[in-house]
């Protein structure tokens, strides 16, 4: 499966990003999906992950409560809304498709198979 991700840009401190990851193929459905992002001298990291049917998600500690993961199977597409943004959230984000692994590694790197090309956010103060 190919991933295209977008929506980045710059933002204010509080301000909001939906960010999209569109997948080729026909298999949308049977792949858990996941967010991860990269800031300037770090690791990656898991931002949220959707389950295949959508059910079920998880978000890193530092997001919850700001961001929502969301899918619609249909279209194909995966989402990440941001709210509040704060400048620390800045940082390139990915999207990636897990095909087989279950959802109890979902928040692992390793699990994931397929990404995207990445999408750059930044927050400015």
């Known amino acids: 499966v190919q991933l295209q991700a977008s929506g980045g840009g710059l933002v204010q401190a509080g301000g909001s990003l939906r960010l999209s990851c569109a997948a080729s193929?026909?298999?949308?459905?049977?792949?858990?999906m996941g967010w991860f992002r990269q800031a300037p001298g770090k690791e990656r990291e898991l931002v949220a992950a959707?389950?295949?049917?959508?059910?079920?998600?998880s978000y890193a500690d530092s997001v919850k409560g700001r961001f929502t993961i969301s899918r619609d199977n249909a279209k194909n597409t995966v989402y990440l809304q941001m709210n509040s943004l704060k400048p620390e959230d800045t940082a390139v984000y990915y999207c990636?498709?897990?095909?087989?692994?279950?959802?109890?590694?979902?928040?692992?790197?390793?699990?994931?198979?397929?990404w995207g090309q990445g999408t750059l956010v930044t927050v400015s103060s």
């Open positions: 990636a498709a897990d095909r087989q692994a279950p959802w109890t590694r979902v928040r692992s790197e390793s699990a994931y198979d397929f």
């Open positions: 193929g026909r298999a949308f459905s049977t792949y858990n």
């Open positions: 959707i389950s295949r049917s959508g059910a079920s998600t």
